[in-house]
């Protein structure tokens, strides 16, 4: 799923949804964070398993198959494939599918050309059962990875973020706006030519009916009362299963309800040490008028060190102008004033301009901050906030001349940790430079 899932902010946008969380701090840039969910028991889960429309005529296929003799590719023969769609009432299309995931799942079990009986789901334990789901799944996705799930090559090639971003969204997503979102997605990943886009334009949302109904087959959504588009308890569970498995940040509410009673030094202290996920904090902000919130959190800031800094200045992108005033406020103190007005200015609030020093201090605040929060990474390169490039080259040459008290100590992490040699041999020489120009203004 990792190679298919987009920017999930982006993508958002482009269906019209409200956008969620930023990305974590202490996350590599290629991770992506999930509001959290409240999954089903697992007891609950499974007994959902047998009862839906996939498993169920797999389980009707592998006792209609029995024993029976099968193709060299481990398929039913084409006379009995018409047969047991005839029989069972099943299109040729999911009776490819189904048999698929009977052949995956072991409910048939293939030896010397002969297809026979495996395990039922309903005869396994609730762990069982839940792994058979899992690989059910698993099924699906890798027949949409090859283009044969829904007989439409955007759909497929886009589904798993597709469901990711429904996984996102609780109430659902109006099937308009997915279309919507799935057209402008194909267009940025493959920039088709305006022929080819008018066609899906016109071809798409039928399409998009017909692979909905498939999910709903597979188990995996569901149409609202309101008649957008939601997972299943089952969908959630799987997909959750996914982006984990992914490296993604996809917490239960149990996860990050423990983190929402903490005050808001515990909060900032828990993020610079890493135990405290995205999502946490955004469950902590819900829970507070943000007035409030900013004003607690900016206390911090000022009271801590780069660390503090870093992690307060990433809670408060969550906050709007309704946190104005204690941001204002802080705009009189030495270490987070440029941070308050950045903050203002990207809002469109009255603040103090920011001069290039300004900048290249926050700069180099954020990599300081980077490295208390995150711990010495293999490769700084590695995190977002230093994107390599022509306009970081630069930047790490202006970071020499700055008043930052930790100039000198970031230009040497990022000599020596950078994977971009460019970025790596600037930050040498800038620290060189820094150096003497420190001493310089000792002596």
């Not at 109006?174 to 493959?190: D, M, R």
């Not at 780069?306 to 309704?322: C, D, K, S, T």
């Not at 920011?354 to 208390?372: K, N």
């Amino acid at each position: 799923m990792a190679n298919n899932v987009f920017d999930l902010a982006e993508l958002r946008k482009l269906i019209e949804e409200p956008a969620p969380a930023p990305a974590p701090v202490r996350l590599p840039r290629e991770a992506l964070t999930f509001p959290p969910v409240e999954p089903a028991t697992d007891a609950e889960l499974a007994a959902a398993v047998p009862l839906v429309p996939l498993v169920a005529d797999a389980i009707k296929l592998t006792t209609w198959t029995g024993t029976r003799e099968v193709t060299g590719e481990g398929l039913l023969g084409a006379d009995d494939a018409a047969a047991a769609a005839e029989e069972l009432a099943i299109t040729p299309a999911r009776l490819r599918l189904a048999w698929i995931v009977a052949v995956n799942t072991r409910l048939l079990q293939i030896l010397r050309g002969t297809a026979a009986r495996g395990p039922l789901p309903t005869r396994l334990p609730v762990d069982g059962t839940l792994q058979f789901w899992d690989g059910v799944v698993m099924d699906v996705l890798d027949q949409a990875e090859t283009s044969q799930l829904t007989g439409s090559r955007v759909i497929d090639g886009h589904l798993a973020e597709t469901l990711a971003t429904i996984y996102s969204v609780r109430s659902g997503v109006a099937i308009a706006n997915l279309a919507k979102g799935l057209l402008q997605s194909h267009e940025v990943a493959c920039e088709p030519g305006p022929a080819e886009l008018r066609e899906l334009s016109g071809s798409l949302p039928g399409q998009l009916l017909e692979a909905l109904s498939l999910l709903t087959y597979c188990g995996l959504v569901r149409q609202t009362g309101t008649g957008r588009i939601a997972l299943t308890p089952l969908g959630v569970w799987a997909v959750r299963r996914e982006l984990l498995r992914e490296g993604h940040e996809a917490p239960t509410l149990a996860e990050v309800e423990v983190f929402a009673d903490l005050d808001a030094e515990a909060l900032v202290g828990s993020l610079v040490s890493g135990a405290v996920t995205q999502s946490a904090v955004s469950t902590w902000l819900e829970r507070r008028p943000p007035e409030r919130a900013a004003r607690d959190l900016l206390a911090v800031a000022v009271a801590g060190g780069a660390g503090h800094r870093g992690a307060v200045g990433a809670i408060l992108e969550e906050l709007g102008p309704e946190a104005e005033a204690p941001v204002r406020e802080a705009l009189d103190e030495p270490d987070m004033w440029r941070y308050a007005a950045s903050w203002l200015h990207i809002r469109d609030l009255d603040a103090p301009a920011l001069s290039p020093g300004d900048h290249t201090w926050i700069a180099v605040d954020s990599v300081a901050a980077l490295l208390h929060i995150s711990g010495t990474p293999e490769s700084v390169g590695e995190f977002g906030a230093l994107e390599s490039g022509e306009d970081l080259v630069r930047s790490v040459g202006e970071m020499a001349a700055s008043s930052h008290p930790d100039t000198v100590a970031v230009l040497e992490l990022l000599a020596a940790s950078h994977g971009d040699q460019a970025v790596a041999k600037a930050a040498r020489k800038a620290a060189m430079k820094a150096r003497s120009l420190r001493t310089t203004k000792l002596g």
